[in-house]
């Protein structure tokens, strides 16, 4: 079993930044973040691995950075040049011997 836990959300004017965190209760291949907006699919903003490979969505590439502390079992989700499509519930994901387990959610909204 993994535990997840995040923080890190909240209000933010566009072209604002937030950096959510996900601590895992134990070490994880890969961990990533999900976001899903009212009406829509949950999908994949950011991955990365503990090689420290990094994929990304289309749509916040070069605004997003996904980083991680191994030490720490913690990732982070670096948002910069925020944009009012950007708001939804963001949920962390970690993989574990082919399970694959989810955090809370934790609530961003992008308005001025």
């Known amino acids: 079993q993994v535990r997840l836990v995040e923080s890190g959300g909240g209000l933010v004017q566009p072209g604002g930044s937030l950096r959510l965190s996900c601590a895992a209760s134990?070490?994880?291949?890969?961990m990533g973040w999900y976001r899903q907006a009212p009406g829509k699919q949950r999908e994949l903003v950011a991955r990365?691995?503990?090689?420290?490979?990094?994929n990304y969505a289309d749509s916040v590439k070069g605004r997003f950075t996904i980083s991680r502390d191994s030490a720490k079992n913690t990732v982070y989700l670096q948002m910069n040049s925020l944009k009012p499509e950007d708001t939804a519930v963001y949920y962390c994901?970690?993989?574990?011997?082919?399970?694959?387990?989810w955090g809370q959610g934790t609530q961003v909204t992008v308005s001025s």
């Open positions: 994901n970690a993989e574990f011997f082919g399970d694959t387990y």
């Open positions: 134990r070490s994880i291949y890969a």
């Open positions: 990365i691995t503990s090689g420290g490979s990094t």
